[in-house]
């Protein structure tokens, strides 16, 4: 599976229903808007504290993954840039589930609020 979209490419052209503005993740989608929009990107934030992200330098060139699979964190950061959903990415990378995203984006906003 491609780990993602090409952009411009709509969520629904993978099969996935355009989400409501009002859903969870269209807020993630703003949010991470304003932090693109002030110089922030995944990697700048310290995952090391963060309970559903491992690295080893051995998979994945060493990048941030989601705990005890081989999908990047910043594979979710851009699918949700490219306005996918929460749950788009949960069902295109099969080992994650929504509680790891969940955390993954409490981490990084709380992260985001300190600096």
């Known amino acids: 599976m491609q780990a993602r979209r090409e952009r411009g490419t709509p969520s629904c052209a993978r099969g996935a229903q355009p989400r409501s503005s009002r859903g969870r993740s269209t807020r993630a989608l703003a949010r991470i808007a304003r932090w ?3 110089g922030y990107h ?3 934030i310290d995952w090391t504290s963060c309970p559903a992200v491992e690295r080893n330098p051995g998979h994945v060139s060493g990048a941030w ?3 005890g699979t081989r ?3 910043e594979a979710l950061f851009q699918n949700l840039e490219d306005g996918a959903s929460a749950a788009d990415f949960v069902r295109w990378f099969p080992g994650v589930s929504a509680e790891q995203v969940r955390v993954v984006l ?3 906003a ?3 609020q300190v600096a």
């Open 110 to 112: 709380r992260s985001l």
């Open 36 to 38: 693109s929009a002030r």
């Open 42 to 44: 995944p990697h700048m």
């Open 106 to 108: 409490e981490h990084a």
């Open 65 to 67: 993954v989601f705990r």
């Open 71 to 73: 999908a990047p964190v």
